[in-house]
């Protein structure tokens, strides 16, 4: 089976910024321009997060969602200030194919997933996991990396999947624009204790930090942000790479 080779656009509307731990954010263009950039370049799929929208505890914006879907013909998922089954609706509407959920269903609402899965179907049902590292073990984080929420990283990966989720966003807050690589153990476990795609997310600093998660930890995709925004490669550039070592992604 090919991995997939994601772009991923971490959104401070109306602009896709470029966090550090979650922090220090940094402009890096428009959502429009990078998702056409980043489809043209031959990305599987791109994945669309409002990192501001739960700690701001507003709904998202429609109408950046609506532009970057609109240059897109290929999957596009959309997260951030996700809560209730209209939300869902409504991102659906506007030209998202796979919905984002994280903070209310880690903090208040659970069953939202299982509602969702039940609404639109499993594999439109994506749990973003947000996971520092406490001792021997992962907590869940929220609101980018701020509030803890008790909740243990591999029970809480299997619970989503019992619930209905049809896939996972895995991001390491410990390794989050750092660019030293990869949570390659936070990411073997959870690709390990579940059944349905995980995305790793989060410390891609080289062609060789891509290469190794996808060795060690079998993802059933990489979701790339630096490296793309700063031009240091390019879609073409890291699936070329990965084919000469033997690593199975589409054209």
Request: contains cysteine; hydrophobic residues 40%; charged residues 25%.
């Amino acid at each position: 089976m090919n991995t997939r080779i994601i772009a991923k656009l971490d959104v401070k509307p109306p602009f896709v910024v470029k966090p550090v731990h979650f922090e220090g954010l940094r402009r890096m263009g428009s959502p429009s321009e990078l998702a056409r950039k980043y489809y043209n370049q031959g990305a599987d799929e791109v994945f669309y997060i409002d990192i501001v929208s739960s700690l701001y505890q507003r709904k998202f914006l429609s109408d950046g969602i609506k532009e970057t879907a609109n240059v897109l013909f290929i999957p596009f998922a959309v997260g951030g200030g996700v809560k209730s089954i209209d939300d869902f609706s409504k991102l659906f509407h506007i030209g998202a194919d796979k919905v984002v959920i994280n903070t209310y269903a880690v903090q208040q609402d659970p069953s939202i997933i299982n509602k969702a899965a039940e609404v639109v179907g499993n594999q439109a049902v994506v749990v973003n996991i947000e996971a520092k590292k406490w001792q021997r073990n992962w907590e869940c984080y929220t609101d980018c990396g701020r509030i803890q929420s008790g909740k243990d990283v591999l029970e809480w990966v299997q619970e989503v999947e019992q619930r209905g989720a049809g896939e996972i966003l895995l991001q390491s807050v410990d390794t989050d624009g750092r660019r030293r690589g990869f949570d390659i153990e936070l990411a073997a476990q959870v690709v390990e204790s579940v059944g349905i795609p995980v995305v790793v997310s989060s410390g891609a600093g080289s062609l060789k930090d891509i290469k190794e998660i996808i060795e060690i930890a079998s993802p059933s995709g990489v979701a790339v942000a630096s490296l793309l925004h700063y031009d240091r490669v390019t879609i073409q550039d890291i699936k070329e790479y990965l084919r000469n070592n033997e690593i199975k992604v589409s054209q």
